[in-house]
């Protein structure tokens, strides 16, 4: 094919074989982008039958509306190129009939992406609401998942807010008083 031989150097680029190329590169791009589009959508994650827990839970909480990738891929191109890479060795684990401890990371800057009004930076005036969302709790290391863990995907806690048990963990000392 004189288009191989063009691409190995053995012989000179003509237009036909740029417009060929050219076709085949648009190709690539829209099938990509289609890819990617199609694998974020909250039903291709649900389509494995391990992930078929995850997708119930997911489906009867109050996040139903929020698509899984919005939660489990870190915030804009970078972070769904690492999603869509870490989702294909998913698929091959399962395609080969491999187990693979399926954990999709949470982070706290997607919470905010929603939730950027429970942030308050004014801990005083939040402490004295009794609003542990203030600033301190983050900047000593905790992260919405401390106190939120399984919002989405227990199905016990699906609806349920944190209760007193969840800051006792911490603040004993000063609950009893």
């Known amino acids: 094919m004189n288009l191989l031989r063009a691409i190995a150097g053995?012989?000179?680029?003509t237009g036909q074989n740029l417009l060929i190329l050219g076709c085949a590169a648009?190709?690539?791009l829209l099938f990509t982008a289609w890819s990617v589009?199609?694998?974020s959508r909250s039903e291709f994650c649900g389509a494995c039958h391990e992930m078929t827990p995850m997708q119930k839970t997911w489906q009867e909480s109050s996040h139903k509306a929020v698509a899984c990738i919005d939660?489990?891929?870190e915030p804009g191109f970078k972070g769904v190129v690492k999603a869509k890479a870490k989702g294909l060795k998913d698929v091959w684990f399962h395609v080969a009939g491999k187990t693979a401890g399926i954990k999709a990371d949470e982070r706290d800057i997607n919470c905010y992406s929603c939730h950027q009004d429970k942030v308050k930076t004014n801990v005083e005036k939040a402490l004295a609401a009794r609003d542990p969302h203030s600033k301190k709790h983050f900047d000593n290391g905790m992260t919405c998942v401390s106190c939120h863990a399984g919002i989405v995907h227990d199905a016990r806690l699906n609806h349920a807010v944190p209760?007193?048990?969840t800051c006792t963990s911490c603040h004993l000392d000063q609950m009893k008083k």
């Not at 053995?10 to 680029?13: V, Y």
Request: charged share 30%; proline share 0%.
């Open 10 to 13: 053995k012989e000179k680029l």
């Open 26 to 28: 648009v190709l690539f």
């Open 71 to 73: 939660c489990h891929s």
């Open 37 to 39: 589009g199609y694998t």
């Open 163 to 165: 209760n007193r048990d």
